[in-house]
């Protein structure tokens, strides 16, 4: 119940304090919304991607903790510019590995929160989606 910044490293109080691609996009072309009771963190993430499968924008919303607002920065920083393909290449390692801490299983979740939102907002198979 410490209300320091104990372990974290100052990347994710940077991304903390100002984090990169905050609020909605409107309009969009994919919402995805996921929230995390062990830690009440909750994410909202928009995203437009063009004909091309490429996501043209993307933004976050929400309200969490250090860990999951920082993983959503760095998170939506990594996907903007991206095709779905490349996108889909995005796992649970590379997120870990972008926030740079080892974290308990609990934080995991928190730091994993804004891969599920993406995930839930860009469905299994983006080739699907009309033609
Ligand atoms: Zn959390």
């Given at each position: 119940m410490g209300s320091g910044p104990g372990p974290y490293q100052a990347q994710i109080l940077e991304h903390y304090k100002h984090p990169h691609n905050r609020g909605t996009l409107d309009p969009s072309t994919h919402k995805g919304h996921e929230s995390n009771s062990l830690c009440g963190d909750e994410i909202a993430l928009t995203l437009r991607v063009d004909g091309a499968n490429r996501i043209e924008d993307v933004r976050f919303d929400g309200e969490g903790c250090a860990i999951s607002m920082a993983s959503a920065s760095l998170l939506t920083d990594a996907v903007k510019g991206k095709t779905l393909d490349e996108d889909a290449a995005m796992d649970r390692a590379s997120v870990l590995q972008s926030l740079g801490v080892p974290l308990s299983?609990?934080?995991e979740q928190?730091?994993?929160?804004?891969?599920?939102?993406?995930?839930?907002?860009?469905?299994?198979?983006?080739?699907?989606?009309?033609h």
């Open positions: 299983a609990v934080r928190c730091a994993l929160l804004p891969l599920r939102a993406l995930r839930a907002a860009l469905g299994p198979a983006p080739a699907a989606q009309g």
